[in-house]
């Protein structure tokens, strides 16, 4: 695993730069400046611990085992689940693929913002946000090398493109097994051109969106729009990110159990808002 590569050299300067922030964050609340240091905090923790979560389960895929469809397929059979309904309906209603496509890439700008409106409005549930986070990302790595699959559209033979708009700019739901494969036979070493994603169970779009619901509804203005959006973040990740339902509830089960830690275990507890002078109360 020491051979592994980024082959981008993206990857190096978007990490340290995020490293680089963190570390000005840590020198202003060594200086008191706490208000500083919380937003920078914001800006960059949750990033680097996605960042290393990302290059440790690239990693831990060469030595996964074998591809658990099967399993995971009669696991849904068992709750009254098909997934190939689903996909039907879709085919059949193209025009909530865009819906659905719009809802799960609104990933990536609530992972940027949301612990930004934290320490904007409610500082004091910054670091247990990034806790749970982190927790979730921790609990994702450590299950996915036992449960390794190819998803859906590759184990139900169909084929790319059948479904209008579904993986067109980034078709990684096609290739879950196959770069695990690569990885597994030593074909490819660099991170980067499997950097798009590798976990199939459980689902970490469905984690994080419990953990958005929960971060979002401590802001008032967020509250209704958070629940909404993750809400349908999580219903698309059956088409739009390839999961079985398995991989769904899985994944909402260890956005919930995140959150139980981050607030109700001790050593994982942080300070309320009375421990930090420097923050002043904000409404929301």
């Not at 923790?45 to 085992?65: C, D, E, F, K, N």
């Not at 196959?178 to 490819?188: D, H, M, P, V």
């Not at 260890?254 to 904000?282: D, E, K």
Request: net charge neutral; with cysteine.
């Amino acid at each position: 695993m020491s051979d592994f590569i980024a082959s981008d050299i993206s990857l190096y300067w978007s990490f340290g730069s995020a490293c680089a922030i963190a570390g000005c964050g840590a020198l202003a609340r060594r200086y008191r400046h706490d208000r500083v240091a919380l937003f920078l905090e914001a800006c960059t923790v949750p990033a680097i611990a996605a960042a290393l979560s990302a290059a440790t389960i690239i990693m831990l895929a060469s030595v996964s085992g074998r591809f658990v469809d099967v399993q995971l397929i009669r696991i849904d059979a068992m709750l009254g689940f098909d997934w190939r309904v689903i996909f039907d309906f879709y085919l059949a209603h193209p025009w909530i693929v865009p819906i659905s496509e719009t809802a799960y890439s609104s990933f990536q700008p609530q992972f940027l913002l949301l612990p930004v409106a934290l320490c904007l409005w409610r500082p004091e549930m910054l670091w247990p946000y990034i806790t749970a986070y982190i927790f979730a990302l921790l609990a994702t790595a450590a299950i996915f090398p036992f449960a390794a699959a190819e998803g859906p559209y590759v184990y139900y033979g169909i084929p790319q493109g059948i479904v209008p708009n579904i993986g067109e700019e980034w078709p990684w739901q096609w290739h879950f097994g196959e770069w695990i494969t690569q990885l597994q036979k030593g074909e490819t070493q660099d991170i980067s051109k499997v950097w798009g994603g590798l976990v199939q169970f459980p689902s970490f779009h469905s984690a994080a969106a419990v953990l958005f619901i929960w971060a979002s509804k401590s802001i008032r203005f967020l509250r209704w729009p958070g629940l909404l959006i993750n809400v349908a973040i999580i219903l698309s990740t059956f088409i739009s990110g390839a999961h079985y339902l398995s991989d769904v509830l899985a994944g909402c089960a260890i956005g919930l159990l995140s959150i139980w830690a981050a607030t109700s275990v001790p050593i994982l507890r942080w300070p309320t808002r009375s421990s930090f002078p420097n923050l002043s109360p904000q409404s929301a």
